[in-house]
């Protein structure tokens, strides 16, 4: 009786150009590509990511300036806030399957578009959480108490011989005890703000149409069903909501109008939920006392009583670290486990189509190298590898960063 010969399956360690298969769960035969989108450093992310990716850094200001092989072969991006990926710019990325925000804003990102083509998009929601309410907190005390502009009269030179020269210059200065904070979005900070102003013994009140009743019982805040009623009572009003399609400029004239006569206006959230001429006009006749921005859409250099700062609320040494760690988190997980399903923020699920839900980097959902070449991780420079514009980190020599992982907010805001 003849015996057959064994059928030899065909290796799929190099499979042919533009094939397309599942990769069983486990560890990867190809290394993805991982790009930080906008900048250059990448000590924080490297130790996180090393052992599951190849990190590189564009350094670029749109996806003009991205590399070819970053936009053929990258599966996962990380982006700060000074790239915009519009639908074009996405069609542009052949591979990618995972966006990370490092930060909680998102608008500067086409989610929709984004998930339509199968790429989660992500961000950091729980990252700089007490660094942007302490700020808040402080620019609500340099309106109050006029610090700020009293410290420049000092350091200009002036001198201060009696009482009426010290009231003639802190006029203005308003007690605390008794007024009234509005909150403008209940999420992680305008949460923490309300505590920190409870204590200063402000009464805090708060519109957010998005929490469920009962919120404002468990924090001992008051609350108001519309933003008319939140400005015709508060003596401050704090931003801290999402910026979206149906509230830019959500301060404007007309809003302004609703508020007290002599009101004070902060805002570190998103610069464009402050219309800006509305409010010089405000500020130079008065209907506003005084005004702090950490956010702006374009610098205000006339108007007076106002405090500018250049977005920097968020940040500490403790906060940027978390932030970034919690980035890379994101971008491992998704290697390692399965899009969306395993991301802790992803905020465009509603929008993945049926063919693109609950794949996996390292499953169906990955493209092979077409030419089954492994990208290198070895320290060699970049133009070495004939990438005169793609700059490739070398693996970090400093220990791995334990990964800040927690859970998912209820709610978030924009930073």
Known sequence: MDKKKP??????????????????????????????????????????????A????????????????????????????????TKEDLEK???????????????????????ELGIAVCNVPGYGVEEVADTTMCLILNLYRRTYWLANLVREGKKFQGPEQVRDAASGCARIRGDT??????????????????????????????????????LGLSRVYTLQELLFQSDCVSLHCTLNEHNHHLINDYTIKQMRPGAFLVNTARGGLVDETALAAALKDGRIRAAALDVNESPLKDAPNLICTPHAAWY???????????????????????????LRNCVN????????????????GYNYNPMGVPHSTTDAHPAA???????????????????????????????
């Open 93 to 115: 990325f052949k591979a990618l399957r995972i966006i990370v925000r490092i930060g909680s804003g998102v608008d500067n990102v086409d989610v929709k578009a984004a998930g």
């Open 349 to 364: 699920k509603e929008y993945f189509t049926s063919s693109s839900y609950a794949e996996s980097i390292n499953g169906a």
């Open 7 to 52: 059928i030899k399956r065909p290796r799929m360690d190099n499979p042919p150009i533009g094939a397309r298969g599942p990769i069983a769960n486990g560890p990867m035969h190809t290394r993805p590509l991982v790009a930080l989108l906008d900048g250059r450093d990448c000590s924080i992310e490297m130790p996180i990511l090393k052992d599951v």
């Open 54 to 85: 190849t990190v590189a850094f564009c350094d670029a200001q749109s996806t003009q300036e991205i590399h070819e092989k970053v936009l053929n072969e990258a599966v996962g991006a990380l982006m700060w806030h000074t790239i915009t990926l």
């Open 316 to 342: 500490s040494d403790a906060s940027c670290t978390e932030l970034r760690e919690m980035a890379a988190g994101e971008v491992r997980r998704a290697i390692m486990g399965r899009i969306p399903d395993s």
């Open 385 to 415: 590898q004939g990438l005169p514009n793609l700059h490739t980190q070398p693996h970090s020599t400093l220990q791995d960063t334990p990964n800040h992982m927690q859970p998912k907010p209820e709610s978030s805001e924009v930073h």
């Open 181 to 218: 904070l509005g909150i403008v979005g209940l999420g992680r900070i305008g949460s923490a703000v309300a505590l920190r102003a409870k204590a200063f013994g402000f009464n805090v009140m708060f519109y957010d149409p998005y929490l469920p009743d009962g919120i404002e019982k468990s």
